[in-house]
T-cell receptor, first 115, second 110 residues
Framework: NAGVIQTPRHKVTGKGQEATLWCEPI?????VFWYRQTIVQGLEFLTY????????DSGMPKERFSAQMPNQSHSTLKIQSTQPQDSAVYLC?????????????FGEGSRLIVV | QEKVQQSPESLIVPEGAMSSLNCTFS?????SIWWYQQHPGKGPEALI?????GNKKEGRLTVYLNRASLHVSLHIRDSQPSDSAVYLC??????????FGIGTRVLVRP
């Protein structure tokens, strides 16, 4: 089992450009989560999917962030018109179910730097 | 919205000593409480979780939960240099998402 795979591991983008981050969850896991991690704010929930359907996007900045899960093997997080404050490590996680007793398995993250 | 606070911010312990970390949360109806370990450049990795009041022991780890005081603690017995990492407390709240604290940075000196 390769675990949760995230690509790219590092991305540098210019202010105003678009950034797309990819996540491959663990095979068989039905819940996929996206988090953002910064030194100041820590880990912040962005959105999650259950069986590919969006369930809760309450943490997503509405205007420029979007997430999709077109099939059970990958999810994408797209940030349009990137701003310096978007610089962070974006973490994807999956779990067998989304119930409270289930372990969340994280990928190693995608570090986004907006210059 | 669930709030999770951790203390201390950082901790230095000698090898073989006990590491003790604290976490308070805001919602007594929160479901499970988790502790994650994160090494530099890696994603968080689940260590242990607890749901019921009381304590739970797994290997060198012991967790104590007191829902009345909204407090949970993690104790690592016989700390090793490989335990040096950031420890994140996370609370499972409404909607089944985890809310994380900022973390406690632990350094175990050989």
């Amino acid at each position: 089992n390769a675990g949760v795979i995230q690509t790219p591991r590092h991305k540098v983008t210019g202010k105003g450009q678009e950034a797309t981050l990819w996540c491959e969850p663990i095979s068989g896991h039905s819940a996929v989560f996206w988090y953002r991690q910064t030194i100041v704010q820590g880990l912040e929930f962005l959105t999650y999917f259950r069986n590919q359907a969006p369930i809760d996007d309450s943490g997503m900045p509405k205007e420029r962030f979007s997430a999709q899960m077109p099939n059970q093997s990958h999810s994408t997080l797209k940030i349009q018109s990137t701003q310096p404050q978007d610089s962070a490590v974006y973490l994807c996680a999956s779990s067998l179910r989304e119930y409270s007793g289930n372990t969340l398995y994280f990928g190693e993250g995608s570090r986004l730097i907006v210059v | 919205q669930e709030k999770v606070q951790q203390s201390p911010e950082s901790l230095i312990v000698p090898e073989g000593a006990m590491s003790s970390l604290n976490c308070t949360f805001s919602n007594s109806a929160s479901q499970s409480i988790w502790w994650y370990q994160q090494h530099p450049g890696k994603g968080p990795e689940a260590l242990i979780s607890i749901f019921s009041n009381g304590n739970k022991k797994e290997g060198r780890l012991t967790v104590y939960l007191n829902r009345a005081s909204l407090h949970v603690s993690l104790h690592i017995r016989d700390s090793q240099p490989s335990d040096s990492a950031v420890y994140l407390c996370a609370v499972n709240s409404a909607g089944n998402k985890l809310t994380f604290g900022i973390g406690t940075r632990v350094l175990v000196r050989p």
